[in-house]
């Protein structure tokens, strides 16, 4: 068995970030397939880079799903007149509402906010 007697190696910052970079690659890769794996689920970039840029997410999905505000009033059983308040960040929506729109919307609550 061959001892070590200095474990510090030094390479170009280049090769360094090249490293990073690639280990952040990896990192992406592997939790992508973590979520196909449990039957990920999958948002359209165009409706992702419009919550990016700060879009209300009940507006975005609600637009994913075709539905009208009327609409997902029906489904959720939320006032329309409130469902217009939260998506243009004049409400913010209680704990029960977002609950009830993300199941009218088939969601997790913490795709909402």
């Known amino acids: 068995m061959?001892?070590?007697?200095?474990e510090m190696v030094t390479i170009p910052r280049e090769e360094?970030?090249?490293?990073q970079q690639a280990a952040e690659d990896l990192a992406d890769l592997q939790a992508y397939?973590?979520?196909m794996a449990e039957g990920g689920e999958s948002v359209p970039a165009e409706?992702?880079?419009?919550?990016l840029d700060?879009?209300?997410?009940?507006?975005?999905?609600?637009a994913m799903c075709g539905m009208t505000a009327a609409a997902l009033a029906d489904a959720?059983?939320?006032n329309r007149v409130q469902i217009t308040q939260i998506e243009t960040g004049k409400r913010i929506g209680t704990v029960e509402?977002?609950?009830?729109?993300?199941?009218a919307l088939a969601l997790s609550v913490d795709d909402l906010i």
């Open 2 to 6: 061959e001892t070590m007697m200095n």
């Open 76 to 78: 959720s059983g939320v």
């Open 16 to 19: 360094y970030a090249r490293l």
């Open 97 to 103: 509402t977002m609950r009830k729109l993300a199941e």
């Open 54 to 62: 700060g879009e209300n997410p009940v507006r975005v999905y609600r």
């Open 47 to 51: 409706y992702v880079n419009r919550i």
């Open 33 to 35: 397939d973590r979520a």
